[in-house]
């Protein structure tokens, strides 16, 4: 990632919070740079990492990007080569509706999207509650459940028939984000658009990337606030040197793990989901302590909507819902570390 990009994000920060730029410049920018090719998960890591440091809003729309690239090489079907041309380069956005399909290989939520079989493939019903990058030229991944129960992974464009993309209301922060529900009406997906019937292993084999890049979105941020915070405790502030110290000590230590944890799913090995897990709570937990002493340190100013502390905050707030949410991932660990 060169400085003169990193640069350019963090310039328009300000009017992507405000909403004045969609996030989704942030994918066509890089798609123009090669910046989606394939390249080892320690590379993206970081990318995405220095990104969230300069703009959670653009680093999260990139995220999903990247997630659904993920999800169409890992099926790599004839579709997918006629696909992800357009998503490597940038021009068409991806959708990952994929929360509540990880939260039921979790065993913590279920699929609500139905695929019916019809004369060519199924039609998709329900709706998906969340999803970012909504545009009429993207490329939506979901799960859908069968009446027979076979739990298919699909890709649909924005613009099919019977897709209606909800239109962004106000959030706390991530504005630009394009994110809203979606409703399916009887959405034709042909064959050619299931991605996979294994739900199983699809799911194993996507979310160590997708927990990856989950903790970027957390650490980049986290890192940056932090600096920031570190930077202001002189006089009274002096009296919070040592949390912010604790939180700098913290932040340092899980970029490392990340980075070992990449080097290791880089060379083919198994990570523990557990591991993962663990590791994207702690970056969750670093995200929400290093913005909410940046914002203390700023004093009157951090409170100002339009300050960089303000909008590291209202944008780390997301961090905790995130699915998988704090709540489900205690929930998950909880349980895992049960099972022995
Ligand atoms: C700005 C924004 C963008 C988003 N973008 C995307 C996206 O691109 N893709 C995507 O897939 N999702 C997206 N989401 C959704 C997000 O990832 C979460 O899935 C969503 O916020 C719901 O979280 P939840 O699982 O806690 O469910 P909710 O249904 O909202 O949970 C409500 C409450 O119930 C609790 N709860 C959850 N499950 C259970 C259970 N089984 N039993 C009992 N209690 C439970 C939760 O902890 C919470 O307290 C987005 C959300 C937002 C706000």
Redesign the pocket.
Known sequence: MTTALLETIAGNAKAVDNNEIPARYGIELLGAREGFRRTTLLETARQLREIAAVDLSVAFGIW?HTMVITYLRTADTDYVRYVLPALENGTRPG?????PAF?EAAG??TIDLTATPGEDGYLLNGTL????NLAEDAVVVTAARTPAGERLLVAFDGCAPGVTLGTPFA?LG?NA?S?AGITLENVPVPHGQVLSRDFDAFISAVRPTFLILQTSECLGVADAAIDAAATRLTGLNEVLAEDVAEVRERVTHLIHTQELICAVLDDDAVVDRVKLLELRLAAARAAVDATALEVRLAGGAGYAQNSPASRRFREAA?IP???P?E??LKWELRRAKQEG
């Open positions: 999903a959708v990952t509706g994929m929360a939260k913590a939520g509650a969340w999803a970012s959030l991530l984000t994110s997301f819902v995130q699915s949410s709540t489900q």
